[in-house]
């Protein structure tokens, strides 16, 4: 009987992890196919029916790297990206401390005021931001980087407040007690517990940054101009056809950043959906 049961139990187990790579495996195809195509000929990319087997080349790719007008998008990308959400997570993690250890009148609505900011649609919003960001003569780098900063605190605020809350407050009376300042509690009693939500934080806000598209395009200008604006600017070649190849090329460059991280950071990026409900676990 405790056999029978046993094999009834593993034969679901290989079941479900068989619909999990299923899932997995038909989601990730379309990722599959742009790489394979940044890897075949002009020909070869637009034969009929498509080929699977085929001589690969990285024409493609030397193109997108020889070009002198596809690397200032790739270090728009990261400097934006990854300079804003710093200041993001640094601004955010001692609101996140206020809000969790100071319970102010309507800290459940302020909460919700602060997260509605990305309730937002960005198509709503654009107009008003490029009306304000022209007025003030912010639509440059620095303007660029104060939007997209603005952008990741309120999302920050919300995940690292939870991992706090999953703190418990006789940490910081224990410190206070020992003659600790609050900012000795803040940054070397409870920082090195909530490292986990600082490291979500991060990865969620830089794929949002990363992936933005409309802002920089419209309140952009050609110093602030990322990947997605490189994207829809080459996709066309001189004779006014769509260079898949070259398309293909960057985007699977383009890829590569968010899929590293997200493959290494993974658990982290687990335990921040459920905002530090399981950060023992970690």
Known sequence: MAMATAQKSKAKNTIYYI???AVALLFFLPVLWIALT???SNSDILATPPKLIFQPTLDHIK?????PETLPYFFNSVWLSVGSVIVAVGVSFPAAYAFSRWKFPFTDFLMFLLLSTRMIPAAAAIIP???MFNAFGLRGRFGMFILYTSFSIPFSVWI???FIDGVSERFDETAIVS???RM???FKVILPQVKPGIIAAFIFNLIFVWNEYLFNFVIGNAQTQNIPFG???GLLDAGGNVDWGFVAAMSSMYVVVPMVMIFFFQKYLLVGMTFGTVRGDV
């Open 19 to 21: 619909v999990l790579w």
């Open 160 to 162: 690292l407040k939870g």
């Open 63 to 67: 193109r997108v790297l020889e070009d």
């Open 231 to 233: 994207l829809s600017v």
């Open 184 to 186: 000795h509690v803040m």
């Open 179 to 181: 003659g600790a300042g």
């Open 129 to 131: 931001m490029f009306q």
């Open 38 to 40: 940044a890897l075949k």
